[in-house]
């Protein structure tokens, strides 16, 4: 089985990207290795404080944060990061002229329960003479990512990347600290019957949404003519991996819950890096109404809209989204 620095030696046409991918994997084998310990590295629980966005950090989103920073920081081809956990975007090297910016632990609610989480990441590529410290050097369209992935922290620890030219899955062996090769070209089955969404939410949706969804429940008899599956897990990371695996349809549509968050997740850190997999595996990712991958963002924290997954599936949901 082929190691990750020997892929991307061969695989990976800019040796910049190819070195950052392989730096952020040392600071996940880390968070792997802590996560895997559970309770008994002492890092469970919450951090009792809150970050930019309200939301309350727990500990291991404080010290996976703290992880990835710091092996980016020292990183020469890396100009700056951005984290969901950061306020503010950091500067890193005056000589890089790449932007990483990550979910250092994605679906972290889910931490105490010991389910799934993961680690999401994006790297775009700075203008020349553009400041690591400044937002606006962030603000650029998914379709301008130059790689993006995630780490899953699940029974086994997996890899998914993409640097614009496939996906590729490997696995962590422990044994050997090493990612291995498991598919060098995932695709997601252009058809499904099976969906995530979270259902408590479907008061507060849009009609379109609510059609669709009303419209799937309704099985064989119903207009869609399928009788479907759901799984919710609330992470992502966890989501997104089983429909690249076996494919599906991860939505977080709008909702009207807080007129200033339409949208739970965000559009940097988390709606484009999956956009950019999903898409470069076949499928596809939408608000509804525009591919994620080419809005053009107007604040580094901003939230979106995500329709993901199956080709056809999500196209149908844009057809409700159309008429
Ligand atoms: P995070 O832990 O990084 O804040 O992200 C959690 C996200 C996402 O992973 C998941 O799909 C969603 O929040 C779950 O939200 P609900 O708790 O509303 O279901
Ligand atoms: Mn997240
Ligand atoms: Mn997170």
Redesign the pocket.
Known sequence: MQRLPAFLKEHCTDADVARIIEGLMVACKDISYRLHLGALSGVMGSAEQENVQG?CQKKL?VISNDLIKECLAAMPEVLGLAS?EEPDPVACNAEGQYLVLF?P?????NIDVNVT?GTIFSILKAAPGASGATAATYLQAGSEQVAAGYVLYGPSTTLMFSTGNGVHSFTLDPRIGEFLLLNDKVEIPETTSEFAI?M??QRFWLPQMQAYVADLLKGEEGPLGKRYNMR??????A?IHRILTRGGI?M?PYDNRDPSKPG??RLM??GNPMSMLVEQAGGKASTGFDDITAIQPEAIHQRVSCIMGSAAEVSTVVGYHRD
């Open positions: 939301e989103d969901e979910d632990l994605d679906g972290s609610s989480v979270n408590s939410n919710w897990i609330a992470s992502m990371v989501e991860f977080y739970k997740l850190y988390e």
